[in-house]
């Protein structure tokens, strides 16, 4: 077995007497989509921002590759191959689609001077076109992503997370805000991404016709502790699950 690209043992983080995270272990394999699910409140944010580096876990490990990656800030953890979407667009509105690409990947690659100054495209300009090609919005690359659809901008969000050709992208509810005629087009996308660029992703989402399509295997979160791993036809026949979150 290859080593994993991600791995969380143990996982835990207190708020004064509420345990928003207690005790999750699993491992996201190289090439695999991963879905955590849960209730409101069943630790997946919490999770997912000890994982970025957001928040400093109160015990347990996380190792990317291999290293122990408990203690590193967000930054850091990006310089080492890992992408993020958020639930609420961080896009440029001023600066166009292909502009917003470029600015991802000097994130990666640079301080805060050659991100927003650094002139013409930085040599990206070839990377960004095969991505705007890839998501199907060559027809407005040029125009500021404040002008676009929800939708729309949306996928330059998602694009920009894969600038800096990441080992493992974070994507946090990709769904949310998405127009419902549009979110078998954006699994489509993302098993495209997988397929051809070969990381391995993470995915919270509520959607769960879109996380059962989409993922290889799913965790389910409640009360911060992990109720069952397993693939969307064994989570989909847990009793444990059903009754907890997916109802009948």
């Known amino acids: 077995m290859s080593t994993p690209v991600l791995r969380v043992t143990d996982l835990r983080k207190s708020y004064g007497a509420i345990q ?31 994982m970025l580096g957001q928040i400093t876990p109160d015990a347990g490990r996380i190792e990317l590759n291999g290293d122990d990656v408990t203690k590193l800030g967000p930054l850091e953890l990006n310089r080492r191959g890992v992408g993020r979407t958020f639930q609420t667009l961080q896009v440029f509105g001023k600066m166009t689609v292909r502009e917003n690409l470029i600015v991802a990947a000097q994130e990666h ?3 805060m001077w050659s991100r927003m100054f650094a002139p013409g495209d930085s040599g990206l300009g070839p990377k960004a076109d095969a991505l705007i090609d890839q998501f199907r919005i060559r027809h407005v690359a040029d125009k500021k992503a404040g002008t676009l659809s929800y939708g729309q901008q949306k996928l330059v969000d998602i694009g920009m997370a894969f600038m800096s050709d990441p080992d493992l992208v ?25 397929r051809t660029r070969r990381g391995s992703f993470v995915v919270i989402e509520h959607n769960m016709d879109f996380v059962m399509d989409l ?17 969307p036809a064994e989570i989909r026949a847990n009793k444990q699950v059903l009754d907890a979150y997916l109802g009948n």
């Open 20 to 50: 928003a995270v207690g005790g999750v272990s699993f491992e996201v394999r190289p090439g695999e989509i991963f879905g955590v699910i849960g209730p409101n409140g069943s630790g997946k944010t919490t999770l997912f921002n000890c």
């Open 109 to 111: 690659q640079g301080t």
């Open 170 to 194: 974070l994507l946090d509810e990709p769904c949310a805000g998405v127009n419902p005629s549009l979110v078998s087009g954006l699994s489509s996308l993302l098993k495209d991404l997988n």
């Open 215 to 231: 993922c290889h295997r799913i965790m389910v979160m409640v009360e911060g502790k992990v109720m069952a791993i397993g693939t």
